[in-house]
């Protein structure tokens, strides 16, 4: 009873908030009825109607005609005025870059397929249809909470988006003033996207949902297979909501970890070209409390504190996904450009080509040759994500050579901190997630603040000057990445663990052991993953000794 009132209550809440936030929406707001848009990068947005062209002008303020007689001449003559040809060139612009973000956020959805292959072939036969219902579903639970709250929280105050089109609309940063500065804390316009109504913002909004969804699948890779669906599912909403949209402003939406550089002259502040902190490191916190609180799978672990090792039922499955999040992340950092005509794209999507290839190299040898006698399959597809989750921070601002580096270190990362956090931690994470996206995402900020070369970045955080690193000369640059680290950490270990917390008591974070031993997919899903087929499930759980 006290879970259909708590359901009947979240749909009321979904379906009565947007009227609320109508009813108080000033009189300032964009008219419905319109999209605005842009000619130019360097001018304000124009609105028009939805059915009028892009490069429709602006009317005279004062009920003339615009342009110069010139113009109008030659405008009855059938040629191009001056003005309207300054119009399309700019129109054109926006055009090629709104194209190019759309298509980078196509690009990083596809890694939700990505990370359901990778996570249901690292794991169980008995749990694939729950592994994949997990992937399945937090996009929705996710892009919900995004649309409710999360993206106003994280980009309400954001600023004019200068290559989509100059549209200034998410102009309200909820802030305090402390020590003579302004601390941007989170935004304030744009819950329920209620009054914006123009093509910059929904398609930003698009690019910038599917980056929340990485952050919010990264924990159930390490919870699998123990982890009740209802409290997934929520958690997803939380995330998407509220958590990742917080720090995610203190970053990437004006607010006081960028302010660091303009405040305090550290650098340019924090800075995190495509989410190395925001997406991964903060993924990788949750994953590391959420596995913690839930504790390991039945099997895992013996008396003596020793590991049993539980292999995924299908490497191929595993590899497979690799490859599509190796394809998809293309997107993911070269899409942060924002901007198609920002050709600094190339040196992105090199450096992450070289830096997964780099991780994978350097965690196979390591596994093999150091830590091992194989070269591990699944410590290979690690080592190669592994790779791309460090430079995807630094992948705008550091040199090919830099970028190999990079990948390189984190390929031994990633194998030493999955054997330090199964053997000393007894922490039981099936798909080495925290090594992964929280100790690599860790590595790729503080990369940044060692390695950016100074040829990029200009004005970046309101900071005159390009980006430079520690080993470039700017010290202050990495103190700001730490600082931005050690937040994001703390940030995250406490929200993680209040909102498991929250979730044990009101529905449960851990199914019985009866259903984890016969296996997540019938007991929780209503219908096994693999149909058809006899599965010796009891052969699938190792015995402690």
Known sequence: MIRKIILLAFVFFIGIMPVIVNAQTDSTKADSGKVTTATDTSKTAVAVPLTAAATTKAPDPNGGATGTVADVTAAKAGAPTAGELADQVGHNKVSINLVWLLIGGFLVFFMQAGFALVETGLTRAKNVGHTMAMNLFVYP?????????????????????????????????????????????????GFFMNGIYDVSVLGFFVFQVVFMDATATIPTGAMAERWKFASFAISGFLIGGIIYPIYGNWVWGGGWLAQLGSNFGLGHGHVDFAGSSVVHLSGGVLAFVGAKMLGPRLGKYNKDGTSNAIPGHNIPMAVLGTLVLAFGWFGFNAGSTFAGTDLRFAVVAFNTMIASCGGALAATLWIWHVRGTKPDVSMMCNGLLAGL???????????????????????????????????????????????????NGLWGILALGLFADGTYGDGLNGVKGTVKGLFYGDGGQFVAEVIGGTTNIIFF?????????????????????????????LPEMGIDGYSGIRLDKNAETPLSR
């Open 389 to 439: 989750v460090a430079i995807t921070a630094p992948c705008a601002f550091v040199t090919p050579l830099g970028g190999l580096i990079i990948g390189l270190i984190s390929g031994v990362i990633v194998v030493e901190v999955t054997l330090f956090v199964e053997k000393k931690l007894k922490i039981d994470d099936p798909v080495g997630a925290i090594a992964v996206h929280g100790a």
């Open 493 to 521: 270990g406490a929200a993680g663990w209040l909102m498991f917390k929250l979730l044990d008591k009101l529905v449960g974070n851990r199914v019985k052991p009866e259903v984890e031993l016969y296996g997540l997919d």
């Open 141 to 189: 639970a996710g892009a919900l909470g995004f649309f409710v709250c999360g993206f106003a929280i994280m980009f309400g105050g954001v600023g004019a988006l200068g290559t989509l089109g100059g549209f200034d609309g998410l102009n309200h940063e909820i802030s305090v003033h402390l020590f003579g500065h302004d601390f941007g804390l989170f935004g304030g316009k």
